[in-house]
């Protein structure tokens, strides 16, 4: 399965994430397939930059987001935009009947 997931990155105690698409199986900072942005805790307030197509591209063809980058998407509106485009024609001609 195809998670999007943190990568660690960075100096010791000055971590920053990068935020990726990777094979469940490899290692936390293995090899990834595709980075789509980054998370930095350290700088306050928290920095952090989204490539929101590719986000929903991905999650379209079924990689799971961990629940910290579930939350990160979250504040992007990457979620909204997936289940719009997932469920939005269902609901509206529903609404239409």
């Known amino acids: 399965m195809v998670r999007i997931r943190l990568t660690r990155m960075g100096k010791r105690n000055r971590p920053f994430y990068r935020i990726v698409v990777v094979d469940q199986r490899k290692k936390r900072d293995g090899a990834y397939i595709e980075s789509l942005g980054y998370y930095d805790p350290v700088r306050d307030p928290a920095e952090m930059k989204v490539n929101v197509e590719k986000a929903v591209d991905w999650i379209l063809k ?23 485009m997932k469920y939005g024609e269902k609901s509206k001609e529903v609404e239409g009947e």
């Open 62 to 84: 079924g990689a799971q987001p961990s629940k910290t980058v579930k939350d990160i998407f979250k504040k992007f509106g990457v979620m909204k935009k997936v289940h719009e």
